[in-house]
């Protein structure tokens, strides 16, 4: 059982614009959602995190949306560039498990 | 920032041979993982190991594999006879103490090439 769904499996983005990343959860036990970013050759590594009591976390050019009720929340990456292009995975997690997303491929066009 | 250091970064071998793959945690952490992925894809969880024991494994994780900490530092995953299904990059991690909120700490993985 897949717990976590995510969307687009690619994406192409000219520099400057603006790349969005959806997920969807089912199990409302989770507590935690993290989005990773993963270069080639590397772990991935921890970019932006939301807890459940807030609906919208900003850190820079990077946004997560998060919407309870839905059971979904997003990434949205700002003005994007180059050094962007990297494979993002979401993730739900509950005290020490987590579940990843099937992770989606960004392209920065410049 | 502390890092999770695995080794070898690469490993080759022949189907039906047993490899081990080794991972020094982060210190401090408590909280232990493999996961893996395949051809750059989905994350998959294979097993989360604490006090010494493992304390959830996945569907993945079937007799052919088996963790262990054999020492203050390092945790390994043993694949006691790969099969070509096998080959992947393998990724160890770790929390500090498995409360919530914290944060997943991932090695730079092994690439297990099996022929």
């Known amino acids: 059982q897949q717990q976590v769904k995510q969307s687009p499996q690619s994406l192409i983005v000219q520099k400057g614009g603006i790349s969005i990343i959806n997920c969807a959860y089912e199990?409302?036990?989770?507590?935690?959602f993290p989005w990773y970013q993963q270069f080639p050759g590397k772990g991935p590594a921890l970019l932006i995190a939301i807890r459940p009591d807030v609906s919208e976390k900003k850190e820079g050019r990077f946004t997560i949306s998060f919407n309870k009720s839905a059971k979904q929340f997003s990434l949205h990456i700002m003005d994007s560039q180059p050094g962007d292009s990297a494979t993002y995975f979401c993730a739900a997690s509950r005290v020490d498990q987590f579940y990843f997303g099937t992770g989606t491929s960004l392209t920065v066009i410049p | 920032e502390p890092e999770v250091t695995q080794t070898p970064s690469h490993q080759v071998t022949q189907m039906g041979q047993e490899v081990i793959l080794r991972c020094v945690p982060i210190s401090n952490h408590l909280y232990f993982y493999w996961y893996r992925q395949i051809l750059g894809q989905k994350v998959e969880f294979l097993v989360s190991f604490y006090n010494n024991e493992i304390s959830e494994k996945s569907e993945i994780f079937d007799d052919q594999f088996s963790v262990e900490r054999p020492d203050g530092s390092n945790f390994t995953l043993k694949i006691r006879s790969t099969k070509l299904e096998d080959s992947a990059m393998y990724f160890c991690?770790?929390?500090?103490?498995?409360?919530?909120?914290?944060?997943?700490?991932f090695g730079s993985g092994t690439q297990l090439s099996v022929l």
């Open positions: 991690a770790s929390i500090r103490t498995g409360q919530p909120f914290e944060k997943l700490f």
């Open positions: 199990n409302t036990a989770f507590d935690y």
